[in-house]
């Protein structure tokens, strides 16, 4: 499976990018890193420290804002990770750049890398951004029967009412927003998957009853 994906990631070339001048305080970058045996692939994320004011205790990538000493987006997301989680950069073969895309909740831009482990990672999470590292192997998301939904309460223009977001459950752990559309958007583009999750959609409180 890991050599599939990887033979894949072709179609996302990586690409070192640099943030929008503009932009630059509202752009970031994450790893996606893949590793473990070839035919149980893993994953791995983070927890968010609870006292951050960003997400805190959401899983999420290692990763995080740009840096005006960062050469590229690249260098940020690998930054970052060894600031989080203590990865060594030569420990992984970064391959493709993601496409950049915005969390719903946050008006960021951020660009998934992803890369490979070249062989066994040895990670310390630093605590105060990060409260926990875990793996989580990629046929869990390849399990349609591992999906639900949830529900989170918004103000809308036509008034209040809720998003509905998918997510799954890994020892504990809801993975759910930009970080499960990565990894299933992934997927399905180099293993041809067919996960079809509703991201998201709005509902009034007049038809939630």
């Known amino acids: 499976m890991l050599t599939t994906i990887a033979n894949e990631l072709i179609k996302f070339p990586l690409k070192k990018r640099q943030p929008d001048v503009n932009k630059t305080l509202t752009t970031a970058a994450v790893l996606v ?10 994953v791995v994320l983070t927890q968010r420290a609870l006292h951050l004011k960003s997400h805190p205790g959401e899983v999420a990538f290692p990763g995080g804002m740009w840096d005006q000493g960062d050469t590229n987006l690249l260098q940020t997301a690998l930054r970052e990770a060894n600031e989080e989680i203590g990865l060594n950069p030569n420990s992984v073969k970064p391959l493709a750049t993601l496409p950049a895309a915005s969390p719903k909740r946050r008006e960021i831009s951020v660009t998934p890398f992803v890369a490979i482990g070249l062989h066994d ?38 008034g209040d009412g809720v998003i509905r977001f998918p997510y799954l459950t890994y020892n504990n752990h809801k993975i759910w927003g930009f970080t499960l559309k990565v990894i299933t958007d992934l997927l399905n583009a180099t293993l041809n998957a067919g996960i079809e999750l509703k991201y998201p959609s709005h509902i009034t409180a007049d038809n939630n009853n």
């Open 121 to 158: 990672l040895e990670l310390t999470a630093d605590a105060s951004e990060t409260a926990a590292i875990f793996n989580v192997p990629l046929k869990i998301f390849l399990d349609i029967d591992q999906y639900q939904y949830f529900e989170i309460k918004t103000e809308m223009g036509t």
């Open 33 to 42: 890193i893949l590793h473990g045996e070839d035919n149980n692939p893993h």
